[in-house]
Nanobody
Framework: QVQLVESGGGLVQAGDSLKLSCLAS????????MGWFRQAPGKEPEFVAA????????DYNNSTKGQFTISRDNEKNTVYLQIDSLRPEDTADYFC?????????????????RGQGTQVTVSS
């Protein structure tokens, strides 16, 4: 079992950048395919990005590709999400997810664990 804790969110201005972190504890992060989702108020969770266990395979939502960069450091048990050129519509709760068996996925139910999330608010 793994526990996930996100950090790095906050209130920023349009055009700023943020780097979110997801720290894993319990079972080693290297055992999991990882992903990031976001959820805006009143909306369904939206897939943002995913990364394979060894960090060599990536998947991005086409609508956010180029703005978001996912990475991981298995030595530090941490997954990152770099967000550039933030816009007000990027305002959401961002949470990381982990999948033990199977490939990365684009649906939240593909994953076994999720963190509590970190809020990102972008002002215009």
């Amino acid at each position: 079992q793994v526990q996930l804790v996100e950090s790095g969110g906050g209130l920023v201005q349009a055009g700023d950048s943020l780097k979110l972190s997801c720290l894993a504890s319990g079972r080693a992060l290297k055992d999991y395919n990882m992903g990031w989702f976001r959820q805006a108020p009143g909306k369904e969770p939206e897939f943002v990005a995913a990364i394979s266990r060894n960090g060599h395979i990536f998947d991005y939502n086409n609508s956010t590709k180029g703005q978001f960069t996912i990475s991981r450091d298995n030595e530090k048990n941490t997954v990152y999400l770099q967000i550039d050129s933030l816009r007000p519509e990027d305002t959401a709760d961002y949470f990381c997810v982990a999948r033990l068996n199977g490939p990365t996925g684009r649906v939240k139910s593909d994953y076994d664990y999720r963190g509590q999330g970190t809020q990102v608010t972008v002002s215009s």
